[in-house]
T-cell receptor, first 115, second 115 residues
């Protein structure tokens, strides 16, 4: 079974631009979560999508948004980039059975650098 | 408030030593899930273990063992006879049972195992 894939792996943007990152979950996984990892703040939860609906959201400004498609693939978008948005963005997928939370499988991440 | 504290920022041991990584969590939920993940230098998080709040049984998997104590809100991880390949950052994480993933990660403990 293929793992979680994220594209692109590396991205360099300038302040004020916008960026779209893509995540393909493991086949059959309907839950996709996004995390931001920085040296200063660690791993922070951005949002989670399940069956094309945002189910949970972290404490990030509205410049961070996402969506999920019917095939469970997900994208996240960051508009009006700031220097502080430079980070490793990780996507994770999981199966959820009722109210049981299984482990999340993480992709390799997209390294975003904002200049 | 939900919180995960990994007080040990970095630990350095010599190969074959035993090492324990501490994790203390805070949550008001009665049902929740705890996880440990490993992030090797390659960057991709790897799932190690999941525990739900109703299962306080300790677990051993090869050289890895976990001690879950609700009374002290701790979920500690021990590596027995450490090896150089164990060098990585280890994250403890909490997923409250709020309907969907909203995982809170600890800051991580960087483990160096020297030959």
């Amino acid at each position: 079974k293929a793992g979680v894939t994220q594209t692109p792996r590396y991205l360099i943007k300038t302040r004020g631009q916008q960026v779209t990152l893509s995540c393909s979950p493991i086949s059959g996984h309907r839950s996709v979560s996004w995390y931001q990892q920085t040296p200063g703040q660690g791993l922070q939860f951005l949002f989670e999508y399940f069956s094309e609906t945002q189910r949970n959201k972290g404490n990030f400004p509205g410049r961070f948004s996402g969506r999920q498609f019917s095939n469970s693939r997900s994208e996240m978008n960051v508009s009006t980039l700031e220097l502080g948005d430079s980070a490793l963005y990780l996507c994770a997928s999981s199966t959820t059975l009722g109210r049981s939370y299984n482990e999340q499988f993480f992709g390799p991440g997209t390294r975003l650098t904002v200049l | 408030a939900q919180k995960v504290t990994q007080a040990q920022t970095e630990i350095s041991v010599v190969e074959k030593e035993d090492v324990t990584l501490d994790c203390v969590y805070e949550t008001r939920d009665t049902t929740y899930y705890l996880f440990w993940y490993k992030q090797p230098p390659s960057g991709e998080l790897v799932f190690l273990i999941r525990r739900n709040s109703f299962d306080e049984q300790n677990e051993i998997s090869g050289r890895y063992s976990w001690n879950f104590q609700k009374s002290t809100s701790s979920f500690n991880f021990t590596i027995t006879a450490s090896q150089v390949v164990d060098s990585a950052v280890y994250f403890c994480a909490l997923t409250p049972n709020t309907g969907g993933f909203k995982t809170i990660f600890g800051a991580g403990t960087r483990l160096f195992v020297k030959a």
